[in-house]
Nanobody, 119 residues
Framework: QVQLVESGGGSVQAGGSLRLSCAVS????????MGWYRQAPGKQRDLVAD???????NYADSIKGRFTISTDYAKSTLYLQMDSLKPEDTAVYYC?????????????WGQGTQVTVSS
């Protein structure tokens, strides 16, 4: 069973930085993809950044050049470094992991962590 626990959210002024962490219980090396999504009030949950097969990194256009996704396999932890934060980055951020078993992909979510950016 995979469990994901996020931490590091909070309130910050525009231009500030936060680092989100996602602790992974279960074998992190079995994750075919790991990433961060966010959901603002009244909006759908959207991809922020993900890492596929440990090497392919994808960023949403809205955060390119400001956010960095990384993984510490020794600590079984996924990170999202968020710099130059903007009010429009305010959302609940969710950690996500995908595991492929044959033709089926299993998807796991953390509980979410709130990020609030004030102008």
């Amino acid at each position: 069973q995979v469990q994901l626990v996020e931490s590091g959210g909070g309130s910050v002024q525009a231009g500030g930085s936060l680092r989100l962490s996602c602790a992974v219980s279960g074998n992190i090396f079995r994750m075919n993809a790991m990433g961060w999504y966010r959901q603002a009030p009244g909006k759908q949950r959207d991809l922020v950044a993900d890492i596929t097969d440990g090497v392919s990194i994808n960023y949403a256009d809205s955060i390119k050049g400001r956010f960095t996704i990384s993984t510490d396999y020794a600590k079984s932890t996924l990170y999202l470094q968020m710099d130059s934060l903007k009010p429009e980055d305010t959302a609940v951020y969710y950690c996500n992991a995908k595991v492929r078993r044959g033709a089926t992909t299993f998807q796991y979510w953390g509980q979410g962590t709130q990020v609030t950016v004030s102008s």
